[in-house]
């Protein structure tokens, strides 16, 4: 039998603070303070247009595309209209914020760190035994087995193993750090020499390095790097009270 239950603001605090979450939700009630009062001395504004344009793009990342379905979707987060309106003016204030800040900054930023947005085409088969993969490394070096013979012999799963151990476009932020430098020494297209990790022995097929190109949204990865790094520098230097 199930008893009918009622959840307060009490029991919410309550339980964020016996999760442990409290320090994580002050700094981000600081963030939002210092965005507001950052806003206000620069002089950005938001307009109702925008509001009304921003809250559409929530509704659709949301998929909330009936009346019906966003109140449902607020109910289930505890949100009113007002806390929905609130959570559209505070993304649209930091976005503008954000780039008001740092958009001047992007050009010099992305040429002193092109090699951070480096990508390459990657292929590869992860072994346990480590005399094994020199072996097949020299089997495909010397052209007497293809990476796409030693894909379909050694990868287990089968859908990687179709695709012939394809990883697909991958910067350093997604890779062993062991891996990365010999990665992004590699010229392509090159079999790299088996590496050692605690996932295995990787046998890895450099098929292509794509050089970075500066674009739109390279220029806001950039923008919201370099403002999450000052907002950070911000709450560090900011003395509250609870």
């Known amino acids: 039998m199930s008893y009918p239950m009622v959840v307060t603001q009490e029991d919410i605090l309550r339980q964020i603070k016996l999760s442990g979450k409290i320090p994580e939700t002050v700094e981000q ?46 109910k289930k987060h505890g949100l009113s209209l007002e806390d929905f309106e609130e959570i559209i003016y505070t993304n649209l204030l930091t976005a503008k914020l954000s780039h008001h800040l740092f ?7 992305f040429y002193n760190h092109q090699v951070d947005y480096l990508q390459v085409i990657m292929y590869e088969v992860i072994l346990d035994d480590e005399d094994l993969a020199w072996e097949l490394f020299y089997a495909v070096k010397e052209g007497e087995k293809s990476f796409y013979d030693v894909a379909h012999q050694y990868i287990q799963d089968v859908e990687l193993r179709r695709q012939c151990g394809y990883r697909g476009v991958m910067g350093r932020q997604n890779l062993h750090p062991d891996i990365s430098a010999a990665l992004f020494a590699a010229e392509p297209p090159q079999l790299l020499k088996p590496i050692v ?46």
């Open 29 to 74: 009630i600081i963030q939002r303070k210092i965005i507001k009062n950052r806003a206000d001395e620069v002089g950005i504004k938001v307009e109702v247009a925008e509001l009304q344009q921003t809250a559409d793009q929530m509704r659709l990342v949301n998929q909330l595309t009936t009346t019906d379905e966003t109140w449902t979707w607020l």
């Open 197 to 242: 990790t605690a996932k295995g022995i990787h046998l890895i097929f450099v098929e292509d390095m794509i050089r970075p190109q500066l674009d739109e949204q390279v220029s806001y990865k950039i923008i919201a790097h370099l403002f999450a790094e000052w907002l950070k520098q911000q709450v560090e230097q900011t003395d509250f009270q609870l």
């Open 103 to 109: 958009a001047g900054e992007v050009e010099a930023y």
